[in-house]
């Protein structure tokens, strides 16, 4: 799963939870698969060598290898979100790092916090928020349905053990 708790310090009641997207294409993979593409696409260029034809489509397949080339660069730029979640017996604290690198944080007394799992209207189904001081962020956004249903019931619990120390 893309998150993952940490253990606990030794003498420390505060537990960590980071979370990122998933990559399904990986920085090497993503270099073959350019090349692939450019390779393949290429291939029917070969008997217009030598014709006028070849400049007329040479562009195009250019650029549908430029555009291909953006548009996973902007993917990958978009998948440098992180959120990192602290829960003491005394805090809750949320930092999330949005892909251009600001950071937004929030923070709420670990008695008043509250984890609430949205099955509907939110921009995602089971959509996961925490909420506490008058302010409701979200949390795991771009995560998959399944995998934020398990972090609403593990963060449930992480709430109820901090409450209980």
Not at 29 to 37: K, L, Q, R, V
Not at 59 to 80: C, D, E, H, I, K
């Amino acid at each position: 799963m893309p998150y993952e708790w940490s253990p606990k310090k030794i003498g420390s009641d505060e537990i960590r939870l980071e979370l990122w997207p998933h990559r399904s294409l990986p920085r090497r993979g993503f270099s073959g698969f350019m090349a692939i593409t450019a390779v393949l696409i290429s291939i029917p260029l070969f008997p217009l060598i030598g014709t006028a034809l070849l400049w007329g489509l040479l562009p195009f397949l250019m650029m549908a290898v430029a555009g291909l080339w953006w548009a996973l660069q902007r993917s990958y730029n978009n998948g440098n979100t992180h959120e990192a979640l602290t829960i003491d017996p005394n805090e809750v604290h949320l930092i999330r790092t949005n892909p251009k690198g600001e950071l937004q944080e929030w923070e709420c007394n670990s008695y008043w916090a509250q984890v609430t799992l949205h099955a509907s209207g939110g921009p995602v189904s089971n959509y996961v928020t925490l909420k506490g001081k008058g302010r409701e962020v979200e949390i795991g956004a771009f995560l998959s349905d399944d995998e934020r249903k398990s972090l609403f019931s593990e963060i449930s619990n992480a709430l109820k053990r901090a409450r209980a120390s």
